[in-house]
T-cell receptor
Framework: DTAVSQTPKYLVTQMGNDKSIKCEQNLGHDTMYWYKQDSKKFLKIMFSYNNKELIINETVPNRFSPKSPDKAHLNLHINSLELGDSAVYFC????????????FGSGTRLTVV | AQSVTQPDIHITVSEGASLELRCNYSYGATPYLFWYVQSPGQGLQLLLKYFSGDTLVQGIKGFEAEFKRSQSSFNLRKPSVHWSDAAEYFCAVGAASGTYKYIFGTGTRLKVLA
């Protein structure tokens, strides 16, 4: 069983479209995250939820909206996609506060054309 | 503010040679420190972590890292590199408590020559 699974793995879409990425973890972790990895491999946190509560909301355009229906799921919806949104988006999870490290999903490569 | 620096963007070593990847951090209190590895097309996998105790920590895949507070460094080492170690390596720092996010370094790409 995959511990942290993301769908889809690849997403190619046109500018202006709206898309969603889904993430599920079966580790029983309390906290889930979305990270963005740009073309230079730089990883930056976007959001974090702890037991369905938003706890981190970095400086991210409000076109990005996370949703956590339960502590095992964290989805990312992106409105009005722009070229600059092209990146790899990683979901991750951790026990409380992440002090034991994250478990990452395999990523969603988003390409906006 | 927290920051992590990985001075080497690319490193090339021969298979069987030793490896050291550098990581320097800036943090006002005692940090949690991590090394992750990312193989092509994959997510990041935790290699090892440090918070307190013995400053030399052992991780998976034969890796180890040494915390040196005086140098604000947490360098990753492996005595003998295998071709399968070719990947991107990321150092990360997290606060000791009260926060849930890590700051990642920019990564070091390791190439292994046969």
């Amino acid at each position: 069983d995959t511990a942290v699974s993301q769908t889809p793995k690849y997403l190619v879409t046109q500018m202006g479209n709206d898309k969603s990425i889904k993430c599920e973890q079966n580790l029983g972790h309390d906290t889930m995250y979305w990270y963005k990895q740009d073309s230079k491999k730089f990883l930056k946190i976007m959001f974090s939820y702890n037991n369905k509560e938003l706890i981190i909301n970095e400086t991210v355009p409000n076109r990005f909206s996370p949703k956590s229906p339960d502590k095992a799921h964290l989805n990312l919806h992106i409105n009005s996609l722009e070229l600059g949104d092209s990146a790899v988006y990683f979901c991750a999870s951790s026990p409380y506060e992440g002090t034991n490290g994250y478990t990452f999903g395999s990523g969603t490569r988003l390409t906006v054309v | 503010a927290q920051s992590v620096t990985q001075p080497d963007i690319h490193i090339t070593v021969s298979e069987g040679a030793s490896l050291e990847l550098r990581c320097n951090y800036s943090y006002g209190a005692t940090p949690y420190l991590f090394w992750y590895v990312q193989s092509p097309g994959q997510g990041l996998q935790l290699l090892l972590k440090y918070f307190s105790g013995d400053t030399l920590v052992q991780g998976i895949k034969g890796f180890e890292a040494e915390f040196k507070r005086s140098q604000s460094s947490f360098n990753l080492r492996k005595p003998s590199v295998h071709w399968s170690d070719a990947a991107e390596y990321f150092c990360a720092v997290g606060a000791a408590s009260g926060t849930y996010k890590y700051i990642f370094g920019t990564g070091t790409r390791l190439k292994v020559l046969a």
